[in-house]
């Protein structure tokens, strides 16, 4: 069983930045590919961004391409994201989820998810 507890969220203004982390304490992490998704109130889950397991690839919404940077530390059991230039629009909750089988932006491909951490943007 993975756990997945994500920290980090809370109030920016925009423009700010936040760094969110999620931390695994299963032994697959070093194994599985990452990914970061974000619920706004009202809307359905989206994805925001994925690193791969091995070499560390990366992906993104277009919508957070050249504010948002996903990275791990393999040695922490943690991914991170860190956003910049935020916006009133980034304003929901933020998961983190371990990816199963393949390499995706699809939810069903993730298999484990953390509770959420909240991040609030003001304007």
């Known amino acids: 069983q993975v756990q997945l507890v994500e920290s980090g969220g809370g109030l920016v203004q925009a423009g700010g930045s936040l760094r969110l982390s999620c931390t695994s304490s299963?032994?697959?992490?070093?194994?599985?590919?990452m990914g970061w998704f974000r619920q706004a109130a009202g809307k359905e889950r989206e994805f925001v961004a994925a690193?791969?397991?091995?070499?560390?690839?990366?992906y993104y919404a277009d919508f957070v391409k050249g504010r948002f940077t996903i990275s791990r530390d393999n040695a922490k059991n943690t991914v991170y994201l860190q956003m910049n230039s935020l916006k009133p629009e980034d304003t929901a909750v933020y998961y983190c989820a371990v990816m199963g089988t393949g390499w995706g932006t699809l939810i069903p491909l993730y298999n484990y998810w953390g509770q959420g951490t909240q991040v609030t943007v003001s304007s």
């Open positions: 690193v791969s397991r091995g070499d560390g690839n990366t």
């Open positions: 299963g032994r697959t992490f070093t194994s599985s590919s």
